[in-house]
């Protein structure tokens, strides 16, 4: 039984951590940097402690530190969160030779995993669809252009210890290649301390596709369908939903047993998601396992009905899956929305600051994961992401008419923020449509960015009208006019307010 977690992370996901703790009855120990001192994750944990200076290396990335504290207050186990640790095997490995739990897989599956070159290989040999490309580390050019020329251009050149977009080089012409192995062998080298690539046939304007799965340590697998999210930026994911407008049921069914079996080909045990890439005749590939909860998990949770931290804590207490493949459906439509404190009429400038103001959208099929209060201060050493905003409706149309409500109530003054461009995002006839691919952000960018000639100035008009309705209210009870009679009928600026702001819409 575990009776105490360490969570070793920050921000919106180690309040979440902690949320599914307390229901359990689990005490939960908070660490910070120096920087987080004032942050709301120090303020829900039942303890917390400062492990260093703001810089991650110094702090959330202090292995020795952080297992420290977790011995020295008694914890039963380490929950990683997501970035940071969470996809460290050494850390896992350190955890678990402390004699602590590490809520997450087992060190051999994440070194598994996190080497793509192993991982294509392991699933090669489980059946699952990879890309075609090279299962060696290339070595030689000769070799190179004979494989290229096997699979034909174009190719992207990828790093084995490289993942998420991170050390990627897509090739056009056979007079690249050369330059841009030598390149990504480079970059590698210095950015992962491995210089081994490998090459797969370019899959132009794919969907991208992640399957949930969860493992046991009794060796039951299942997914929990599927998350398309296409909507992303220089592979910042920016909107994400379940189900994929894209899938039949058919690809569905054969893609989550895909997922299984990939997951199952590496031993896996706890919360996990298989991405695939699919292109627009249903083709699809294993692309990579991020072999964490993954920040996009809540839209997951609503539609399917579960609590994956919950499953994570039980599944690393030895509990088995409390469920089958078959007990599993979806239940209508999810849509999630990252808000992050940037500009993205200064080309997504972050943009940290001090919160000034904050009024967080509410209501029916609304969730908000967030960590911000009014005067907190965004640090400008971690990720500019503030929180998540997460609707659910009885289908997609429902769902998207729900996510614009509530990007119209969630007012945030003091940094920019992403809000409008999601607002636009949700208008966006693509996006409503469905069948948007990874482009959609490039392609589209310059409409997204459109700010209308109302916006702005209506926004600004609309706070103006409601504060002389304020100051007229004022003057009415200090008048004592306040009498029902003048109630009845609502203040003709704040009539204005309402409208104008109305029109943005
Ligand atoms: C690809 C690809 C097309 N062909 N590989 C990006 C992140 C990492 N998980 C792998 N990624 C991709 N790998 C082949 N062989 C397309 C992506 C990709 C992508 C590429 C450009 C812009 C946005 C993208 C979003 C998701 C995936």
Redesign the pocket.
């Known amino acids: 039984m575990i009776r105490k977690v360490l969570v070793a992370n920050r921000g919106e996901i180690a309040i979440r951590v902690m949320r599914s703790c307390r229901e359990m009855n689990i005490r939960s120990v908070a660490v910070f940097s120096e920087a987080d001192r004032a942050s709301y994750h120090v303020r829900y944990a039942d303890e917390a402690y400062c492990i260093g200076p703001a810089p991650s290396v110094q702090s959330y990335l202090n292995k020795e530190k952080i297992i420290q504290v977790a011995l020295e207050t008694g914890c039963d186990a380490v929950h990683p969160g997501y970035g940071f640790l969470s996809e460290n095997a050494d850390f896992a490995r350190m955890v678990k030779e402390a004699g602590l739990i590490f809520i997450g897989p087992s060190p051999e599956a994440i070194e598994q995993m996190g080497d793509k070159i192993t991982a294509r290989k392991r699933m090669i040999a489980a059946g699952v669809p990879v ?1 075609p ?1 090279t299962t060696e580390a290339i070595t030689n050019d000769e070799e190179a252009l004979r494989i290229i020329r096997q699979i034909e251009l174009p ?2 050149i ?1 790093a084995s210890a490289g ?3 991170k050390g ?1 080089r897509l090739v056009h012409h056979e007079n690249e290649i050369e330059s841009s192995l030598r390149a990504a062998r480079s970059e590698a080298k210095a950015a992962f301390g491995d210089d081994a690539v490998y090459i ?5 304007s ?1 969907h ?1 596709i992640e399957f949930q799965i969860l493992g046991d340590h009794h060796g039951n697998i299942v997914h929990l369908f599927e998350r398309e ?2 909507v ?1 930026r220089r ?1 910042q994911k920016v909107v994400e939903e379940t189900p994929s407008p894209n899938l039949t049921p058919e690809v569905r069914e054969a893609m989550g047993k895909h997922a299984v079996a990939a997951a199952a080909a590496v031993n896996y045990f706890g919360a996990g998601t298989i ?1 695939f ?1 699919m292109d627009d005749q249903h083709n699809y ?1 294993f ?2 396992m991020n072999t964490r909860l993954q920040v996009e998990h809540p839209i997951t949770e609503r539609v399917v009905g579960v609590d994956l931290v919950k499953l994570q804590i039980q599944i690393a207490e030895g509990k088995p899956l409390p469920f089958r493949q078959e007990d599993l459906r979806q239940n209508g439509h999810a849509i999630e929305c990252r808000i992050y404190a940037e500009d993205p009429a200064n080309n997504f400038m972050p943009s940290p600051g001090k919160i000034k103001h904050i009024t967080e959208p509410l209501g029916l099929g609304v969730r908000h994961d967030g960590y911000v209060y009014p005067g907190y201060e965004i640090p400008m050493y971690y990720d500019p992401m503030i929180s998540k905003l997460i609707v659910w409706g009885t289908n997609r149309e429902e769902a998207i008419a729900r996510m614009r409500r509530a990007l119209y109530a969630y007012k945030i003054s003091g940094v920019s923020t992403s809000i409008p461009f999601l607002e636009k995002v949700m208008q966006h006839p693509v996006f409503i449509k469905g069948n948007y691919n ?2 959609f952000i ?1 392609t589209y960018l310059k409409e997204l960015l459109e700010v209308s000639e109302c916006d702005g100035l209506c926004e600004d008009v609309a706070v103006i009208t409601a504060f002389i309705h304020y100051l007229d209210e004022l003057g009415r009870v200090q008048n004592g006019a306040h009498d029902g009679k003048v109630a009845i009928r609502e203040s003709r600026w704040k009539q204005m307010g309402k409208s104008l702001n109305l029109r943005r819409n």
């Open positions: 890309v490309g190719v992207m990828k993942g998420g977009g990627m797969e046939k370019y899959i132009s794919p991208h999210c296409s992303q592979h991405e890439i590939y692309l990579e990874t482009h490039d």
